[in-house]
């Protein structure tokens, strides 16, 4: 069943049924992101887990209740009117631990002004992140809201190199990220 409504909502909501859809610029890119992650509040009572040490003679640092992330990602859109465009990211990686992961799948909405060298924009990803802190350890799933601010220098007609910061308003962490974009249409202008 789940399946099916899936499937409903990409072809009611996607491009299928869009009479503009040949016109509209699309626009995927790939990319490596760097996070710094406050761990979960469930996070350092679990046994299995150990993000700082606990040995007397290493002085705390501001920087011991934080991890670091090393992600892949891929995100898809699509231009709306007004400037405007939507899509999906999906993101995957590791922490700074050996044996955890990080999970991450946002829906996107944005707003670009494309000018003769590039691309400057504002977006915010919405949806769910997936975090396991070592082999032992159970997963911990949150909701994410991280508004970004991307700028992109054209390559070509239809290639763009872009880079990228966010902040995740629930969790007090940033990222950063560099990404290779391709556009359907040349510059990213509607035809």
């Given at each position: 069943m789940k399946q099916l409504i899936l499937a409903i909502a990409v072809l009611g909501g996607g491009c299928v049924l869009d009479r503009h859809a040949p016109d509209r610029p699309a626009h995927f890119q790939v990319g490596i992101n760097t996070r710094q992650l406050a761990p979960?509040?469930?996070?350092?009572?679990?046994?299995?887990?150990a993000l700082r040490s606990?040995?007397?003679?290493?002085p705390a640092?501001?920087?011991?209740?934080?991890?670091?992330?090393t992600t892949g990602t891929v995100q898809f859109t699509m231009a709306t009117r007004y400037h405007t465009y939507l899509g999906a990211e999906a993101e995957s990686g590791y922490l700074d631990k050996v044996g955890s992961n990080y999970a991450g799948a946002y829906g996107i909405l944005?707003?670009?002004?494309?000018?003769?060298?590039?691309s400057i924009s504002a977006e915010v990803a919405a949806g769910v992140r997936d975090l396991r802190y070592g082999f032992d350890s159970g997963d911990v799933t949150s909701g994410v809201i991280e508004p970004r601010v991307r700028a992109q220098l054209w390559l070509s007609d239809q290639f763009a190199l872009g880079a990228a910061v966010g902040a995740d308003l629930g969790d007090h962490a940033w990222m950063a990220g560099v990404s290779l974009g391709v556009y359907s249409n040349a510059f990213n202008l509607w035809k």
């Open positions: 979960h509040a469930s996070a350092p009572s679990d046994p299995n887990i606990t040995q007397p003679t290493e640092t501001a920087t011991d209740s934080h991890l670091t992330s944005g707003v670009e002004e494309a000018g003769r060298f590039g």
